[in-house]
């Protein structure tokens, strides 16, 4: 495991390491209400930004997947996140989590992410299943899941507070020889 998030180039972005001076923009972006309101985040303050920017760094030093930025190749701009929220290594196991600013909805940016995630953990044999927990109502995630290979394994009831209401979530999970068998139906451009 490199001691920092490797850099991995797509079509019109790259994944690249959390950085401090992300902060600001990571902020604004999970401040708009279209990116957070059918997910588990709580309100967005600087102290959770500079926490989240924390934790991924130092997961990644630490020899741990984390999550990535998704920054523009053209500026390094961050329009998003993607990556592992938590990892088991005994039980080779990841969770996976993305977010992506509104104006990229739709263009391929975070299934081109999730794939290159995928493919880079599988690859480095760090995880044998990847699983996402989904808000039943985020019908968008669940539809970019499916796309990527992922499967609803079930409903996981009541199971997070959500600025102070109960949601049920959907467990997604993909495992890793099968995904890496069909990978072709899930590419992450190079470019």
């Known amino acids: 495991m490199p001691a920092s998030a490797p850099v991995i180039e797509l079509e019109h972005v790259r994944l690249r390491p959390l950085r401090a001076a992300d902060a600001e923009s990571l902020q604004i972006h999970l401040s708009h209400p279209a990116v957070t309101e059918r ?4 309100e967005i303050s600087p102290a959770l930004v500079e926490g989240m920017i924390g934790r991924a ?11 990535w930025a998704v920054a523009l190749r053209q500026d390094d701009q961050l329009i998003g996140t993607c990556g592992f929220n938590e990892w088991s290594e005994v039980h080779r196991w990841a969770e996976m989590a993305f977010d992506l600013t509104p ?4 263009k391929g940016v975070m299934r081109q992410s999730v794939a290159a995630a995928l493919g880079w953990i599988f690859e480095q044999e760090l995880a044998e299943r990847v699983q996402a927990l989904v808000r039943i109502d985020n019908l968008r995630s ?17 199971f997070r507070i959500c600025r102070g209401q109960r949601h049920d979530f ?20 190079s470019g």
């Not at 997961?59 to 999550?67: N, V």
């Open 39 to 42: 997910t588990s985040f709580p």
């Open 57 to 67: 760094q130092s997961r990644w030093a630490a020899g741990e997947p984390s999550r």
């Open 103 to 106: 104006h990229w909805w739709g």
């Open 142 to 158: 669940q539809g970019l899941l499916e796309r990527s290979g992922f499967v609803r394994e079930g409903c996981l009831k009541s």
């Open 170 to 189: 959907h467990l997604y999970a993909v495992l890793g020889p099968d995904w890496l068998a069909a990978r072709e139906k899930f590419p992450a451009a």
